[in-house]
């Protein structure tokens, strides 16, 4: 039996639609205010209570997992009000160390524990290895776009590097980890929450990336804010399914997007290979290294293929020979007495068949020999059968 919906879902899903609206009218007329940032913070703090709300009429083993994602939220939440009222509302600018960075920590913590404790039904080493490989291309593009300018940054504290570049690398590990997710068997509840993840750090990737690009109240504040309202969906959805459900022909589509991405990335390494490569600079040199891992990634799943491959080959080669002895045995069975082993009389016949010439001499059973020994019987003639009458008269006692 699954629990009611909470009732502050659909409240939340109303909200988020306002401050979509409010922040596209915004955009179109170039209005700056700070409604968009008040809306967003409500947005946060609902998805954060929905969370308690779904943890709340949780039941069973699941309940210690839902307990991470609902952490995670909630760090979220409280991360994204201490930014804003302490320095969106003022218009002060923040310092490389605040207590929204601990919120956010928290918040990857509790991605992390959500996706590591997750149950997956066996294991898919050549998902992994996908998943891998486009995030290693996701780390080459961010050590173009993102890291290098950062490390030669003099501006910048020790601080605001390792903070930044720890922000970079937990949203790398968690997008190959929702990628290597998303190639299970998973059935359609189990999306909204991959989903919401999926987007939530793809915005956080292009943020860094962007650099001075990035627009503040622009599209990336829409993933930022649905990707969360697709967390506490999701997180409310795994409460409410209380068995696994068989995956429906949608996650086989999805699986064919999936599987086309490692392709994909493939050729992005290749093509910052050749525009950064041939430099003698930081950011040649690490495209090099990153491009190595990457092709050193793609070999072993390469072997891995062919492994599973030959596997296949010889389980079809054993079910081909198993079959044949199935095939035998069914003939022997067909032929022979099952007590005695011996011939039985489909098996004569069969014999007999093989042993006259043309190998037809049988061809329609018994009653075709039948009819040959009777059709023989008359040419001895009439008085040849009446001597013999007589002569088995006369040897009468």
């Known amino acids: 039996m699954k629990t009611p919906l909470p009732l502050l879902l659909f409240p939340l899903l109303g909200l988020c639609a306002l401050y979509s609206g409010v922040l596209v009218l915004a955009r179109l007329t170039g209005h700056d205010t700070h409604a968009v940032d008040l809306l967003y913070m409500g947005v946060l703090l609902l998805c954060a209570a929905v969370a308690w709300q779904a943890y709340a009429q949780a039941r069973g083993t699941g309940r ?118 998303l190639r299970q068997p998973l059935a359609a509840p189990r999306w909204p929450l991959l989903l919401g993840l999926l987007a939530y750090v793809v915005a956080d990737l292009l943020y860094f990336n962007l650099g001075t690009l990035y627009q503040p109240r622009g599209p990336l504040d829409l993933l930022w804010a649905w990707g969360a309202v697709g967390q506490a969906l999701g997180i409310l959805l795994l409460a409410r399914t209380r068995e696994p459900e068989d995956p429906g022909p949608a996650h086989a589509r999805l699986e064919l997007v999936l599987r086309a991405l490692p392709y ?34 793609v070999t072993l799943r390469q072997a891995l293929s062919h492994a599973e491959s030959l596997r296949l080959n010889r389980q079809l080669q054993a079910q081909a020979e198993a079959l044949r002895q199935s095939q035998a045995q069914m003939e022997h069975l067909a032929f022979h007495d099952g007590l005695t082993g011996l011939l039985n009389r489909a098996g004569f016949y069969r014999a007999l068949r093989a042993a006259l010439p043309g190998g037809h001499g049988a061809a329609a059973g018994p009653g075709r020999l039948q009819a040959r020994q009777r059709r023989s019987r008359p040419r001895g003639g009439r008085r040849g059968a009446a001597r013999g009458g007589r002569a088995a008269g006369g040897l009468q006692w």
């Not at 990335?265 to 990457?294: E, F, I, K, M, N």
């Open 64 to 181: 210690r997992l839902l307990g991470w994602g609902t952490l995670g939220l909630s760090a979220l939440a409280a991360a994204e009000v201490a930014w804003v009222l302490l320095f969106d509302l003022p218009g002060r600018e923040a310092p490389d160390l605040s207590v929204a960075d601990a919120g956010y920590l928290i918040y990857y913590a509790g991605l992390l524990g959500l996706l590591l404790l997750g149950q997956r039904r066996g294991r898919n080493p050549g998902a992994l290895l996908d998943s891998l490989t486009v995030g290693l291309v996701v780390a080459q593009a961010s050590w173009v776009l993102a890291l290098v300018p950062l490390l030669q940054d003099q501006g910048s504290t020790l601080i605001f590097r390792v903070l930044n570049l720890s922000y970079l690398a937990l949203d790398i590990v968690l997008l190959t980890l929702v990628l290597f997710t």
């Open 264 to 297: 994909v990335a493939v050729l992005a390494s290749c093509t910052l290979l050749v525009l950064y490569g041939p430099q003698d600079t930081l950011a040649g040199r690490g495209v090099v290294l990153l491009t190595a891992a990457v092709f050193g990634m």
